[in-house]
């Protein structure tokens, strides 16, 4: 038997090889895109070194009350490419200091493609930055005109030009199913994109967020997006094409050569651990038994008078019930076409699969071909990802599950 010193020195130790993330979060961007819903906020001038020293500080208050093995450091915002260099060093370096790091620890930075921020790549490469996320959007210049990008098509593909030169790992974003976008335009556009890809590709379908400037417009009457039919067709398009050329999906947006996924992301999808600082930043951070969903305070003035002041800008720390464990998996663990490991369901619940979804509602979803259930995982076919939002309400219905007797 074990004496209580020595499950004590166990329990540090396991709590130590945990990996763990650090989302760093900056605000600021030079003008704010009409389909973006971020915590991002346009200022006339920014005093990069008190906005530094708050993150820093922040940075070493998270660091009091967390452990883990840090496998991944973010910075996104915003428009983390407007920070200095300078600071972004040092906050890797502090980082660095603080927590154990893995071998691989991964620390990406996101980026727009303007020629002067394209300039700064290889200050960001020796600041220790080794994976760059360019937000390129789209290589069309009408294109880039209605989502509100201050770049054109020739400045990103000088900035992937640039970006291949210095860093070993590097994504970047394309937007489609834009209004009247077709098959072939698509099609042309991200051949051109896979000329220069290096490992990873995000592919988001132009959405409608609440609250932002083509919600208005939309509300309005105008047309934002394509249709959901030929969006789906766009869909089934690009999986064809990216497999074609060896970028497999991994996650419902996401393409990847195999060992190029972004580290980072698979711990908010796989629900692990991540520290969240910076304005408006979240987090999820498991002690004992108990997982936490942390906040920041959002406005970035108040956040960083916040920090000023009392050392952090922690806004709200509270533990996720049982039910809400089961949500957020569900939520994040279905985006993935590898699925979602049934083992995880039980640990975050102390339900076992079928108790939390329904042995019925698990039987409907195999027959119509939405899901897929193996010994170890439930995992969304190709069609169950083309209505991923519709199978995760219908897993979640409350009113038909006897889940939440049991939660």
């Known amino acids: 038997m074990y004496g209580n010193d020595a499950l004590c020195e166990i329990a540090e130790y396991l709590n130590l090889m945990k990996s763990l993330g650090l989302y760093i979060h900056w605000p600021f961007c030079l003008s704010k895109c009409p389909y973006c819903d971020f915590n991002s906020h346009v200022r006339e001038s920014i005093d990069q070194k008190r906005w530094g020293k708050a993150l820093l500080k ?5 660091a009091q009350h967390q452990k883990g093995t840090l496998v991944s450091i973010f910075l996104g915002g915003g428009t983390p490419s407007l920070m200095e260099p300078e600071t972004v060093a040092f906050l890797v370096e502090a980082a660095k200091s603080l927590f154990p790091i893995a071998e691989n620890l991964e620390v990406t930075l996101e980026a727009n493609p303007n020629t002067v921020e394209a300039e700064r790549f290889k200050a960001f490469y020796e600041a220790g930055v080794n994976r760059l996320s360019l937000g390129i959007q789209s290589l069309d210049d009408t294109a880039l005109t209605f989502l ?3 770049h054109s098509a020739k400045e990103a593909l000088k900035a992937l030009e640039i970006a291949a030169t210095y860093f070993p790992r590097f994504s970047f974003d394309l937007i489609y199913a834009r209004p009247d976008q077709t098959h072939v335009a698509w099609k042309a556009e991200l051949s051109e994109a896979l000329a220069y890809a290096k490992g990873h590709l995000s592919l988001y379908q132009l959405t409608i967020e609440p609250q932002t400037v083509f919600a208005t417009r939309f509300a309005r009457g105008e047309k934002m997006t394509l ?11 690009t999986e064809e094409i990216m497999t074609q050329n060896g970028f497999i999906p991994y996650e419902v947006s996401n393409y990847a050569v195999p060992s190029q996924e972004c ?11 991540y520290i969240g600082i910076g304005p408006g930043a979240h987090g999820r951070i498991t002690q004992g038994n108990i997982k936490y969903a942390t906040s920041r305070y959002k406005a970035p003035e108040t956040w960083l008078e916040t920090v000023e002041t009392h050392g952090h800008g922690l806004q709200t720390s509270l533990p996720l019930s049982p039910l809400e464990r089961l949500q957020e998996l569900t939520l994040m663990g279905l985006r993935l076409t590898t ?3 049934v083992r995880r369901i039980t640990e975050e619940t102390g339900l ?3 108790e939390a979804y329904g042995f019925q509602a698990l039987q409907l979803l ?11 995982h439930l995992i969304p076919t190709f069609e169950g990802r083309l209505r991923l939002n519709g199978l995760i309400a219908f897993m979640l219905k409350p009113c038909d599950r006897a889940k939440t007797q049991h939660l």
């Open 366 to 376: 195999e027959k119509e071909g939405l899901l897929r259930r193996t010994a170890t």
């Open 352 to 354: 076992d699969v079928e």
């Open 227 to 237: 249709e959901e039919d030929p969006a789906a067709v766009l869909y089934e398009l």
């Open 148 to 150: 509100g990008r201050r």
């Open 339 to 341: 699925g979602l490991e």
């Open 58 to 62: 922040e940075l070493r208050s998270a």
């Open 263 to 273: 580290r980072h992301n698979l711990l908010y999808w796989n629900f692990e651990d």
